[in-house]
């Protein structure tokens, strides 16, 4: 909810909450202990791999970097953040400007996934009330997502 594209963050750039996700006061030259850190910046040990297997089929192209990071810390390792590390990651390069089909297919995709981890990892069942209500935010915002880039598609043919 509190997101760096979160609606609640875009209203409220300040709160307290948005601040914590986001570790807007965090210190980015030491090393530490992390809950995930992102798939394009990622070294993972063969001998972890081998313990927790592979990154999992089930995801297309988002999420799956939380949920390896998510066996690890299950399985009792460390993901660290390395100051001394550096990558260059170019969002949303790969493909040069997206076309609205590729645009709502990989909006669709990611809260597909989202929904995905949430309910591999928190939930025993898609049937319980939390996974419910879980499953209704990730199709409220992929639905508003969407609209908003259709809006957006609409406005820039008429310019």
């Known amino acids: ?17 948005s601040a914590k996700n986001l570790l807007s006061d ?3 030259e030491s090393k530490r202990e992390v809950d995930w850190v992102s ?7 063969k001998e972890l791999l081998g313990q927790i297997g592979l990154l999992d089929g089930n995801y ?3 999420w799956e970097d939380t949920d390896i990071c998510k066996r690890t810390k299950d399985a009792g390792w460390k993901i660290m ?3 001394e590390a550096e990558i260059i990651h170019l969002t949303g390069r790969g493909g040069g ?9 990989t909006t669709y995709q990611m809260h597909r996934s989202a929904y995905h981890y949430f309910l591999k990892h928190y ?20 639905a508003v997502k969407s609209f908003n ?6 406005i820039e043919k008429d310019r």
């Open 123 to 142: 939930y025993k069942h898609a049937f319980t009330p939390l996974a419910i209500f879980t499953f209704m935010g990730m199709l409220t915002l992929a």
């Open 1 to 17: 909810m509190f997101g760096r594209a979160s609606l609640l963050t875009k209203l409220f750039p300040n709160n307290p909450w």
């Open 26 to 28: 965090w210190d980015y």
């Open 81 to 83: 953040f390395i100051p």
């Open 60 to 62: 297309f192209m988002y």
């Open 149 to 154: 880039l259709l809006l957006l598609r609409m």
């Open 39 to 45: 798939g394009a910046a990622m070294l993972i040990r």
């Open 97 to 105: 400007k997206r076309n609205l089909r590729l645009s709502l297919y």
